[in-house]
């Protein structure tokens, strides 16, 4: 019965996964935010936290610019969580579309 939950979590999660990396990306960028927004206005995870370090870091800003770049902020982190449903599918062939290589000779150069 464990494994059979396993599998059917698995086969879920890669539907998930599959459904998310088919949709137009504007509408993926879309579900990134909702998902900082929920995080950070709706169920506050870490709100007071990532605040009092934004008070740390930019002691200048009002407390609405450090509120506003703190959902921003949290809205990156969801398009990254996003992105990565997109793992299990990306071919070879694929990684010059999703990925940017900079400073890649730096690296060659530090390998030698």
């Given at each position: 019965?464990?494994?059979?939950?396993?599998?059917f979590?698995?086969?879920?999660?890669?539907?998930?996964?599959?459904?998310?990396?088919?949709?137009?990306?504007?509408l993926?960028?879309?579900?990134?935010?909702?998902?900082?927004?929920?995080?950070?206005?709706?169920?506050?995870?870490?709100?007071?936290?990532?605040?009092?370090?934004?008070?740390?870091?930019f002691?200048?800003?009002?407390?609405?610019?450090?509120?506003?770049?703190?959902?921003?902020?949290?809205?990156?982190?969801?398009?990254?969580?996003?992105?990565?449903?997109?793992?299990?599918?990306i071919?070879?062939?694929?990684?010059?579309?999703?990925?940017?290589?900079?400073?890649?000779?730096?690296?060659?150069?530090?390998?030698?």
């Amino acid at each position: 019965m464990n494994y059979l939950i396993k599998r059917f979590c698995a086969w879920s999660a890669k539907l998930l996964s599959y459904i998310i990396f088919k949709l137009p990306i504007g509408l993926q960028l879309f579900l990134g935010d909702v998902l900082g927004v929920l995080w950070f206005d709706v169920f506050r995870i870490r709100r007071s936290l990532i605040l009092s370090n934004l008070l740390l870091a930019f002691p200048e800003m009002s407390e609405s610019q450090r509120i506003q770049l703190g959902r921003k902020s949290l809205c990156n982190m969801g398009r990254t969580f996003i992105e990565y449903f997109y793992f299990p599918f990306i071919k070879k062939s694929d990684v010059d579309r999703y990925f940017l290589w900079d400073g890649y000779e730096k690296l060659r150069k530090w390998e030698q």
